[in-house]
């Protein structure tokens, strides 16, 4: 019997993304506190929410639009520099499955792009920010 959190094959969207604006983002460095959650899984985010993601290699912010469908906004890296809708697939170590709809500390995020599937560099950390704040504050 096969896991249910775990998908072996996902399809690619049938609908293109929207390139968007970079908006400001908090990539100084990592800001998760010891004791904090390691992941989060979007389908429990309301639209609006933003999150600072830091991998490896890169730093994100990412808004999420759509966390049931697990759509978001991406700004960051050198894949994402100016921004991108995407599907989140989820959080997966490579070869031990998937971890579907999350952004886990210590997997790498695989995303569904318009042009296919692209995999993040190892989570390092991952900060959830007030989505009530980001809404006064705009």
């Given at each position: 019997?096969?896991?249910p959190?775990?998908e ?7 609908d ?5 604006l ?5 990539c ?15 389908a ?37 520099p100016a ?5 989140v ?24 792009t ?15 920010e007030?989505?009530a ?6």
């Amino acid at each position: 019997m096969q896991n249910p959190q775990v998908e072996t094959s996902i399809p690619l969207p049938e609908d293109t993304f929207e390139t968007v604006l970079p908006a400001s983002s908090s990539c100084d460095g990592p800001s998760l506190e010891s004791g904090s959650s390691q992941g989060v899984a979007l389908a429990s985010l309301p639209a609006g929410t933003v999150l600072t993601m830091h991998t490896r290699h890169s730093c994100y912010r990412v808004e999420v639009l759509d966390g049931f469908n697990r759509r978001v906004r991406i700004t960051g890296g050198s894949v994402f520099p100016a921004g991108m809708e995407v599907r989140v697939v989820g959080a997966t170590s490579g070869s031990n499955g998937l971890r579907t709809g999350w952004i886990e500390e210590g997997l790498r995020l695989e995303l569904l792009t318009a042009g296919g599937r692209v995999m993040t560099s190892r989570v390092e950390s991952v900060t959830v920010e007030d989505a009530a704040a980001q809404t006064r504050s705009a």
